[in-house]
């Protein structure tokens, strides 16, 4: 049997939340799993038509083949935590995800089960209240010299795309990876480039629509700061000396030219 256009999008919507059947269904309001739909048995209900639209600002007419623009006021698009967890008293945690757990992070963002294994605590200060954070360890040298790798961040979670300042370090989830960068966002366009600290390091440019989460890096935890210090020594001396080639390789050209 073909399945119509409709179920096509519908499974692909789920797959790209990395949501399992049943928990897509539990976000939608649906009593059983989503299987029956995705199968093209059931026609999809007028009111899972309203919840797309309201949770993910999917397009009706993109859902039934109408349209090719998959999103509508795409700017409002959410990127709040799908899975939250909270302590004996009801209050968040801030769960921690290692350089190893990050790897599979994408694939388990809509898994309660999965969050519930990973470390968590909580910070009794002030700048931690009424808000969702998380830790992720630093994995790399491309945010040098504010963040060396090994070292831990705590990002509060970002809820839609007006908040986003150039300025700011965020933590990405997009759907394959966890990327620590700066957003710049494009002028008419769906796609932003993600900036990293250290010039060796080019932009990434990706649809917005692949982001999956944004969390604001509010803090972070270091252990080492004598090595913090020589980091940033090491940085600065290693821009003179690309500054000092560039001025060489101009010289050499003036004299070849005269």
Known sequence: MQIDEEFKRF???REELNLTQSAFAEEL???ATTADIERGRTRIPGQVVKEL????HINPLWLFGD???KYLNAEKILMSPKVVTVDSTGNDNIVLVNAKAAAGYPNNIGDAQWFE???AFSIPLPEYRNATFRGFQVDGDSMMPV???GEWIVGKALDDWEDLNPKQIYVVVTVDSILVKKIQKENESTFVNLISSNPEYSPIRIDRNEIKEIWIVNSKLTFDLEADN???SLLSLHTEMKELKEEMKKLVKDVVLK
């Open 230 to 232: 020589k980091q940033v």
């Open 29 to 31: 309001g649906i009593s």
């Open 11 to 13: 499974k692909q919507i």
């Open 147 to 149: 963040l060396h790798s």
């Open 53 to 56: 639209l309201k949770k993910y």
């Open 117 to 119: 294994t990973l470390p």
């Open 67 to 69: 349209s090719k623009q």
